[in-house]
């Protein structure tokens, strides 16, 4: 009997007759082989693809480019510098941020810098300024914001501007807790009158019902109390009553804000810039100049005061506002000259323009009659510097009123638009502007405070939603979460010139571009 | 070496995956709170992609050198294979916050994010080989004692049977030489040769030699029905036969079955097909097992091979306009 086979030998011999099996690939190893095949076909095509489709440049963006730039979206060398492997060298392989924020979005768009003082500064933020990219991101997205730019751009070099003014060791971070008070705040807090103001007026009076009187207003006034248009009407002139038509509530005219503040995008007052009309206006940013022929003349007509020469008595007569002492001189002679005339020698009528010819004075009273105007018209000159330094602070030198500051803008490095606001009243923003909860004592006639609550007042609304905020009054409040971004208030370029719109000359691209040459990207 | 062989398979799967984990995680974890990313074309950025693609190709070079394995060299060391594909495992875990941190979490355009993808993936198929490696091969050891080479299953089961022809049709079948009809014909003709080994478990017997069949009449005919109609097709084609005797419970019945019909000196032999039956169970077994364990490797080829194109496209490009 032969021994039983071992099982070992028992598995060999299944092999039996094709042992060569080894070298016949198994389904796994073929399934390698065309995993390596798909994958080198995957990437001819692509290549293929990359080199001959002409929007292959899509496969390597880092999203849709933003509105304004949609028509580029494909095109990469519109904006970015190519650069070729001959354009590498040792010193610059790495430096692909470099190579990458290479733009030249120059081509189409001027910006100019930010201020020219920053190159002088030199440092390691002076070239930061010199690349667009590294503020305005794109390939955010169609509706990506290229403006709406975070912080940390901003605060990298003026983190220490309070420590710059002197007036805050602390660092700037944000607005919601770090940023200064406005500066004109700063120089004049609340209760302080502001004296770069050179005008005096109270609100206070003139948002008053009635806008009470102690005495009259001229001898046509018939009585003191509050004031009615009849009753200026009576004092002054029909435009008086004109003015205030839906104002007076028959107990008194009651002034609203709207009734001397007007948007830039309004209907200019009639009469008014009258060329203005049918032209395009401003979007509502900001107020314009308050106007005294619109808003003042009404209630504040100026003229030249009664004269008196001798025992004769000349009439006073209108003047306009806005005049140079020699042109007030001017009017205030021939004024005075045309009411000595008519005073003491009606023939003199003649002179005037198809009058008779034959009442001309000889030399020697007409050099009488010419001393007469000249001490009536020093004299009225007395009377009208009187009357305009009931408004205005009276000017150096030769000046018959010191010149006015521009304060339709009060935050010239800042944007506000007052159309955006227009929600709220204007006291919320503006203390000290409505209607006072009494008759204000008399006089009041000193150049206000600034009318503008402080920065606080913003962060109610715009500050990080829930953050503590202490408002003017003391109250404490929760922040509405309303956007505050630097660039939410604050421009950039052109810093220099700030009130410098968008359309201002210096960010005019050099040289325009033809149709052709714009969708290419420029040239 | 990382992954000691006396751990047990469920504490390797978790330091595989923890790592794996905590490669990708760790990054992130430090960068977020502090909001200190590295920008992809920052200087540290191209650093971080250039490394990324130096271990991606030598990562790939593990190809070539499997292929060529019995190339050697000098210093021996860096020639092994084994070591090799150690440091292709930990250097592919290891790349995962390199490209992560590269790509800065995000996927970028349609190529970055083709090859982030590819790539993402190619490390998800990786880590699957890694673990199943780790767990099969002793599931197979356990479950499948008489394995046999996973490719040559068919073929070996079918050798059961008989020889293959050389040009196969319906008139010209696998011929009916193997040990199934040789034990079939030692049981049911007559005049079996002395001295004749059959191998049965235990090693074999030596089947005495008689002069008639052992097996006759209508018991022959049930048997001979029975390889015909079920052990035969279940060898040739495994569980696609759909034969009872995929289920190991099926099967015994149907042997026990069996058995009461034949005189107990047939049972070695009916022994012995029972355990061809049980065979071609396991080595069914052993096929699925040997796909969960091999299969990956093509997904893992063919990803990296797709994604080591892409990402010379990629940083060619980059170069061009980064």
Redesign the interface.
Request: proline letters at 7%.
């Given at each position: 009997?032969?021994?039983?086979?071992?099982?070992s030998r028992?598995?060999s011999d299944?092999?039996?007759?094709?042992r060569g099996?080894v070298r016949?690939p198994?389904?796994?190893a073929t399934?390698?082989r065309?995993?390596?095949l798909?994958?080198?076909v995957?990437?001819g095509l692509?290549?293929i693809v990359?080199i001959w489709h002409p929007q292959a440049a899509?496969?390597?963006?880092?999203?849709e480019l933003a509105n304004p730039h949609a028509a580029w979206d494909h095109q990469?060398a519109a904006c970015?510098v190519?650069?070729?492997?001959a354009d590498?060298s040792w010193s610059n392989?790495?430096?692909?941020?470099g190579?990458?924020h290479k733009l030249t979005c120059t081509k189409c768009h001027a910006g100019p810098a930010h201020h020219e003082s920053v190159k002088e500064m030199g440092g390691e933020w002076a070239g930061f300024h010199d690349r667009c990219s590294n503020c305005h991101h794109d390939h955010g997205g169609r509706t990506n914001s290229l403006t709406d730019i975070s912080d940390n751009h901003c605060v990298g070099c003026h983190r220490d501007v309070p420590h710059a003014t002197g007036s805050d060791p602390s660092k700037f971070g944000a607005f919601a807790s770090d940023h200064l008070e406005f500066r004109a705040l700063r120089d004049f807090p609340a209760g302080q009158n502001y004296t770069p103001r050179k005008l005096k007026f109270s609100h206070a009076v003139h948002m008053t019902p009635g806008m009470v009187t102690t005495t009259r207003l001229n001898d046509k006034d018939e009585r003191s109390g509050p004031l009615t248009a009849k009753r200026l009407k009576e004092a002054y002139s029909p435009e008086a009553f004109d003015r205030f038509a839906g104002l007076d509530t028959g107990s008194g005219v009651e002034l609203k804000c709207a009734s001397c503040h007007q948007l830039d995008a309004q209907l200019p007052p009639e009469g008014l810039g009258a060329a203005l009309r049918g032209q395009p206006r401003a979007e509502g940013a900001y107020y314009l100049p308050v106007n005294y022929d619109a808003s003042c003349k009404a209630c504040h007509p100026i003229a030249a005061p009664l004269g008196k020469v001798f025992s004769l008595e000349v009439k006073g007569f209108p003047l306009p506002h806005r005049m140079e002492r020699k042109q007030l001189t001017e009017l205030l002679g021939g004024g005075y000259a045309l009411g000595l005339l008519r005073a003491e020698q009606p023939g003199a009528e003649a002179l005037l323009p198809g009058g008779r010819l034959d009442g001309v004075p000889p030399n020697r009273e007409l050099s009488k009659f010419g001393v007469k105007v000249g001490s009536l018209a020093v004299n009225g000159m007395v009377g009208v510097k009187a009357a305009c330094a009931k408004c205005h602070v009276p000017g150096k030198d030769d000046k018959l009123v010191a010149p006015l500051p521009q304060h339709t803008v009060w935050f010239p490095h800042a944007k506000f638009n007052h159309v955006s606001h227009r929600g709220l009243t204007c006291a919320e923003c503006h203390p000290g502007t409505d209607r006072p909860a009494a008759t204000p004592a008399y006089p009041i006639n000193e150049v206000e405070p600034i009318a503008i609550r402080g920065v606080d007042s913003c962060r109610a609304c715009h500050a990080p939603a829930g953050h503590e905020v202490k408002l003017p009054d003391t109250t404490v409040t929760r922040a509405a979460g309303v956007r505050h971004r630097c660039t939410d208030c604050h421009r950039y370029h052109n810093g220099e010139q700030p009130l410098h719109g968008l359309g201002s000359t210096t960010r005019d691209p050099r040289p325009p571009q033809t149709l052709a040459e714009f969708l290419k990207g420029g040239k | 070496m990382l992954l000691s062989k006396n751990w047990s398979v469920g504490r390797r799967v978790s330091v595989i995956l923890a790592a794996t984990a905590l490669a990708a995680a760790l990054p992130y974890a430090v960068m977020r709170p502090l909001n200190a990313w590295v920008?992809?074309?920052?200087?540290a950025?191209?650093?971080l992609g250039l490394v990324g693609l130096v271990v991606i190709v030598f990562e790939m070079l593990l190809m070539l050198r499997k292929r060529y394995r019995r190339v050697r060299g000098w210093p021996p060391l860096l020639w092994n294979v084994r070591l090799w594909l150690w440091v292709h495992v930990v250097l592919g875990v290891a790349v995962l916050p390199v490209i992560l941190v590269h790509g800065k979490y995000g996927f970028?355009?349609?190529?970055?994010a083709a090859t982030m993808a590819l790539f993402l993936a190619t490390i998800a198929s990786g880590v699957w080989g890694l673990v199943v490696q780790q767990w099969l091969p002793q599931e197979l050891i356990d479950e499948v004692p008489?394995e046999?080479?996973?490719?040559?299953v068919d073929?070996?089961a079918a050798?059961y049977i008989g020889?293959k022809p050389a040009v196969w049709s319906k008139e010209h079948d696998r011929d009916r030489t193997g040990e199934v009809f040789r034990l079939l014909e030692s049981l049911t003709l007559e005049g079996a040769e002395p001295?004749e080994?059959l191998?049965v478990p235990?090693?074999?017997?030596?089947v005495e030699a008689r002069s008639e069949a052992l097996v006759r009449d209508k018991p022959a005919e049930e048997l001979w029905l029975f390889c015909e109609g079920i052990l035969v097709p279940y060898l040739e084609r495994g569980r696609a036969s759909l034969s009872p005797l995929r289920s190991e419970y099926e099967a015994r019945r149907r042997f026990a079955q069996l058995r009461q019909t034949l005189p107990a000196e047939a049972f070695p032999a009916i022994d012995r097909l029972e355990q061809l039956a049980k065979y071609r169970r396991e080595w069914d077994t052993q096929r699925r097992v040997n796909a969960w364990l091999?299969?990956w490797?093509?997904?893992h080829?063919?990803?990296s091979?797709?994604m080591?194109?892409?990402m010379f496209?990629?940083a060619v490009?980059?170069?061009?306009?980064?």
């Open positions: 009997m032969r021994p039983p086979r071992s099982p028992d598995r299944r092999f039996t007759g094709f099996y016949i198994d389904r796994y399934a390698k065309m995993a390596l798909a994958a080198l995957l990437t692509w290549l990359e899509a496969f390597h963006t880092h999203g990469c970015h190519q650069h070729d492997i590498l392989v790495l430096d692909a941020n190579r990458w | 920008e992809p074309s920052s200087t950025g191209v650093v970028g355009g349609i190529l970055p008489d046999t080479v996973a490719s040559q073929r070996v050798g020889k001295g080994v191998p235990g090693g074999g017997a030596a091999h299969a490797v093509p997904a080829v063919g990803l091979a797709a080591t194109g892409l496209v990629h490009r980059a170069l061009k306009f980064w």
